[in-house]
């Protein structure tokens, strides 16, 4: 009850918002490089499943390699040309992957293959979740999670809220923001053929109170057929998270171990929605995606539309870098990954690139001292682990305490228990690495 | 253009500014507004005192670093917490070779036999008092009147006494206002109390400066308000209590929550993050608990004081609270407890 009336989940953090440079800034169209590089394994799930071969020529909207399996979504081509190699390439990881590179027709009109378009009217929920794979559609909020796995409602569950996620928690990040505030049109488009999929009967769009003029915006665009709800709630780090996002907006917890369906809801970030409202009724493929380009180091911030394998080089390129950048995130600064070298290109689960130099590096690598006990990092916890107790345990490799009494796996690595931390322990890798070997451990027996 | 080898760090890379050095340095600072009025009201001793056991204990934490052959760890601060904390619980004419010696235990016994800052059970300066107060039953419960003359000239005979041999206490020895009450039945003025122009340990004396510290300790977001506020309450509920009972025995409410070593204790010392619970209700046992003993102490025990015990006793239970009081964790249905 009292949570209800607080409209946010319990503990969280509040880090520097740092979106004033780029929130204004309209989206704009990115050029074309010359060569993109496509890795299949741009989701998570099974890598898809290549289709053309090298020397092939390619037209912008084709399709280039195709779901490999249910959690699984098929790749298209973002620009016409011809498909120069097939070879592995480095993704953001760090690991190695089979990708294509394709070389752009110069001065080609880049004319998008036609495709075959989705009637709302007459589709039904399963061929709007078959469309919604085609399209090669994943989550962009950044975990790129394939989003037609998430649509599917289980036997014997409902899905009575579907909640659009319009949080954007992570500091820096301005994508979700301006397609709230440019792409209205696309997001209740989307929200038809996702309402129909998932026979949701309440719609609710969750926005941050930073983000008050999309909020707005919205409100104001919703058109009278339906049933559709903004709730606005207090700017809190990680309440982009899909489990935090519930509690914010229902008042209600997802299970230990449980989906979002165990408490009636089905997630879906902001953009996405509009992804899917734009290319369902065209039927095509996703090509390019918002990204919010920022850090003291760039020239020219802001947010933009960029194809989809654009090698991330070339993008900095373009904007203007600092001379001596030294560190270059994909993604926000909580939870997004430090690139080691610039040959890795945008997928589908880039939502931001940030880039600072030595003098500008937010967080200087510090002197690690003992645990005192502060408690901040269990204040800070959004769900309320005791990450200190975590971190010991770690430590001393102790894992089955940690998974059986500290609910180690209930973590999601938001890295707020690192962030506050006034001894720079390095919590939350600690808890990445227990997982890991529990989740090996598990696997192996 | 573009190089240049990147730095990988993991994420989060963003970092809140607060720094477990900078937490203690700032503690240090707290306490300073409440040493320095110390010196006021008791002059040279004071001064002797808190310095002794201040350089006694970053010493001793540097020494056995040296000795264990690891990097000392003099420079988290820690150590001058410690240090000018046992020197505000002693009386101010106390001998400095006992001083040293409180401190040395402090920091070996307090801190380093637990293995070092974090790990410590007991809040050290407590330890190092307790240790003292066990061997110089009769150095460490001879006060000082406030304010004296000369108090700014000289030191008292006893400071400088030399090591294991009897000091000589001067003749002008002040009972504290708990004492006097407990045996005597005399209460103490209010603002005197308060402002600590009254006997006692160097620096327990004065509540508006302790207070002060603290305030400034809560507003940085360094301190755990819950804790002081638990225990204010505590001290305040039951004394009352106790005083609407029987007023002709049991001293008033605010006598109890400004005389003695409370204030010093509640603010700076049972809020040793290391050895206090780590949940906000878990804090508020623990406050209640400390509250709780110091009025039992105070009005049926055998001293004058219990601040002391009753924190050292809280922080021997504060594991235990740790344990039965475990946040329920998201989307579990229940406790979990062990
Ligand atoms: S990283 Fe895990 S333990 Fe740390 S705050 Fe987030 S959920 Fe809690
Ligand atoms: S925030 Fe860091 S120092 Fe504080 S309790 Fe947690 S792990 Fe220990």
Known sequence: MFRLQKNTFKHGIHPPECKDETKDLAIRQFPFSPVVILPLAQHIGAPSELLVREGQEVIRGQLLAKANGFVSVPLHAPVSGTIRKIKDVPTVSGQMVKGIFLEAFPSDTQEVWGGDPLDLDTASAEDILQGIQDAGIVGLGGAAFPTHVKLKIPEGKKCEYLILNGIECEPFLTTDHRVMLEQDEDIFMGIRYLMKATNAENVIIGIEANKQDAADYLKSKIPADLPVRIQVVPVKYPQGAEKMLITSILGKEVPSGGLPIDAGAVVVNVATVAEIGRLLPLGRGIQERVVTITGPAVKKKGNYLIPIGTPLRFVLEQVGVEENISEVYMGGPMMGVAVSNLDISITKGTSGILVFTDENTPKKEDKIYPCIRCGACVDACPISLLPLKLGTLAKHKSYDEMVDEYNLMDCFECGSCSYVCPSNIPLVQYFRQSKAIVRKRKSNK | ?338
């Open chain 2, 1 to 338: 253009m573009l190089n240049k080898t990147l730095n990988i760090s993991t994420s989060p890379h963003l970092k809140k500014g607060l720094s477990t050095p900078v937490i203690m340095q700032n503690v240090v600072w707290a306490l300073l507004p409440a040493a320095a009025f110390a010196v006021y009201t008791f002059g040279l001793n004071a001064f002797f005192v808190i310095a002794t056991a201040t350089l006694t204990c970053v010493g001793t934490e540097h020494v056995l670093c040296k000795l264990s052959k690891k990097e000392s760890t003099v420079g988290d601060w820690s150590a001058v917490i410690t240090g000018i904390l046992l020197g505000l619980t002693l009386p101010p004419s106390f001998p400095l070779w006992m001083a040293v010696f409180g401190g040395i235990i402090a920091i070996a016994v307090g801190k380093f036999a637990f293995g070092g800052l974090g790990f410590n059970v007991f809040n050290p300066a407590l330890v190092g008092r307790a240790v003292l107060q066990a061997a110089f039953p009769v150095a460490i419960t001879t006060w000082t009147p406030a304010l004296l003359e000369n108090r700014f000239s000289g030191v008292s005979s006893s400071t400088f006494a030399l090591p294991f041999m009897e000091p000589v206490f001067d003749a002008m020895s002040g009972a504290t206002p708990l004492s006097a009450f407990k045996f005597d039945h005399i209460s103490a003025d209010t603002f005197d109390l308060g402002m600590g122009l009254v006997s006692g340990s160097t620096g327990e004396t004065s509540a508006v400066f302790i207070m002060l510290g603290g305030l400034y300790l809560i507003a940085r977001k360094m301190m755990n308000w819950r804790i002081p506020a638990a225990i204010f309450s505590t001290v305040f509920l039951l004394s009352g209590l106790l005083y609407l009972i029987n007023p002709e025995i049991y001293p008033t409410p605010q006598f109890m929550l400004f005389s003695g070593g409370l204030m010093l204790g509640a603010v700076f010392m049972a809020t040793d993050m290391v050895a206090s619970p780590m949940t906000s209700l878990g804090v508020w046992i623990y406050g209640a608990f400390i509250g709780g003993l110091v009025v039992v102490i105070r009005v049926w025990g055998g001293l004058p004081e219990g601040v002391m015990y009753a924190i050292l006793l809280a922080n021997a239970l504060s594991p235990h609270i740790d344990n039965a009081i475990r946040p329920r964790v998201y989307g579990t249905s229940k406790r979990k407890k062990s």
